[in-house]
């Protein structure tokens, strides 16, 4: 039986691999070879857009519990985080070029995936579909999928930081350090400021020129992806509670007054991520306000941040929590589209999605995850009818559903080892 699979991002790439892998013939569209967005710079599948981190690799972490439960689920996504992974402290960083070029290896290789590079207009409900197109999604396919919703799109404004050449950093002003991180030098660089100087970056911040966004009448910003410019906006502190906070990381025995962060960006070291910088501010304006940093004042940005619009569908009332269109039953949603948010949890929407399909084209859904899994719980909270407006939504224990009677040091401990011994049973199932 033969599957269609729109979007060869995270979600789709993931889904297209897991419907092979259990026998599926699958049509994979992907579009950027014949029309990519400005966001993306290669033709390669599970391309990293924005940061090149998967967040935190803690087990006891909701994130780190996701990733754990899709290698259980023997992942695509995470065999190449895996492999192509770099040094970043307690998270999972990729070499991003390594990253996407062995997932599109992967997925042009595979006996049962027929990659297709045209741009989709037209969705059949007829033909069992994942529709991963990803929250740049526009035009044509962007209405379809609105035909098929018969409700309200949703959207947000989404921004990515600038990365820099780490030469072009001045290291009689910078440091490594990871966050409370004694042990070692840490992994990330840390460009220290004092009060005046963070008052000098301020104020540029304050007064810098933002790229004109057209066609909107009101900006909607994800506040986990919120532009720095915006945040310095809401008061002269909420920086330094922020991505510049220097708590945890004193250096020779002295907190700074503020710190911007510099996350690795590749493996052979030579390009650094500015750690919660993103921004839609003119790129004359980006540079000169990282220039405002002294260790930065001689930078070399290889990439500046841009802008641009992520949509998403109004999932509660379109979708069940298998991903599944509630009014086309041949239809399943997966990533950032469907109202979930981030790499990791995009990918395991996917992978999700495309188990849940295979039982569907199978005879029937027998098999589930419940909201006592992270992957259970993220679908669980985008399809559920009691949110009358969604907002995006990470992997978080807040949406896991779990009894537990023991003292609170031990919750999240409890939660993984349960979520854990639950996806073990479900992967001998599907």
């Known amino acids: 039986m033969k599957v269609k699979v729109i979007g060869a991002g995270l979600a ?89 070029e062995y997932i599109t290896r992967r997925i042009n290789e595979h006996p049962n995936i027929h990659v297709i590079h045209e741009e989709v207009t037209e969705i059949d ?93 009101d900006e909607k910003y994800f506040e986990g992806c919120m532009p720095f410019e915006e945040m310095a906006r809401r008061g002269y502190k909420t920086l330094l509670f922020g991505p510049m906070k220097p708590v945890g990381l004193e250096h020779d025995g002295i907190r700074p007054y503020a710190v911007v962060q510099l996350r690795k960006d590749n493996a052979i070291d030579t390009l650094y991520n500015v750690v919660g910088f993103q921004t839609h501010l003119t790129f004359g304006s980006q540079e000169e306000v990282l220039k405002k940093i002294p260790a930065l004042r001689n930078v070399s940005i290889v990439r500046y941040g841009v802008m641009h619009r992520n949509t998403y569908i109004n999932s509660p009332n379109v979708l069940n929590n298998k991903y599944q269109f509630i009014d086309h039953e041949n239809l399943f949603v997966a990533g950032q589209i469907s109202g979930v948010e981030g790499y990791v949890e995009s990918a395991a929407s996917g992978l999700y999605a495309a188990i849940n399909m295979a039982q569907y084209l199978s005879g029937g859904i027998k098999y589930e995850l419940g909201p006592d899994t992270m992957m259970g719980a993220m679908a669980s909270y985008i399809s559920d009818p009691s949110i009358s407006k969604l907002q995006p939504m990470n992997a978080n224990f807040g949406i896991f559903r779990c009894e537990f009677n023991g003292p609170k040091s031990e919750k999240k401990k409890a939660y993984t080892e349960h979520a854990l011994a639950k996806v073990e049973e479900y992967a001998k199932l599907v």
């Open 12 to 100: 789709g790439s993931e889904a297209a691999f897991q419907l092979a892998e259990r026998g599926f013939e699958v049509d994979l569209y992907e579009q950027k070879s014949v029309k990519r967005h400005a966001a993306f710079k290669t033709d390669d599948f599970a391309e990293l857009i924005c940061s090149n981190s998967l967040r935190s690799d803690d087990l006891y972490n909701a994130v780190g519990l996701l990733k754990q439960e899709m290698r259980i689920l023997h992942s695509l996504i995470m065999e190449a985080a895996d492999l192509y992974r770099i040094p970043a402290g307690k998270s999972l960083a990729v070499d991003r070029h390594g990253f996407s």
């Open 125 to 217: 409900e007829n033909v069992p579909t994942i529709i991963a197109a990803g929250p740049l999604c526009e035009g044509k396919l962007a209405d379809e999928i609105g035909r098929l919703c018969g409700k309200e799109f949703l959207h947000f404004y989404d921004a990515v930081s600038p990365i820099v050449e780490k030469d072009s950093i001045d290291f009689d002003h910078a440091y490594y350090k990871s966050r409370y991180d004694e042990e070692s030098e840490g992994d990330y660089i840390n460009c220290p400021l004092t009060k005046e100087e963070f008052q000098e970056f301020y104020d540029a911040v304050i007064n810098a020129r933002k790229i004109a966004v057209h066609d909107i009448d």
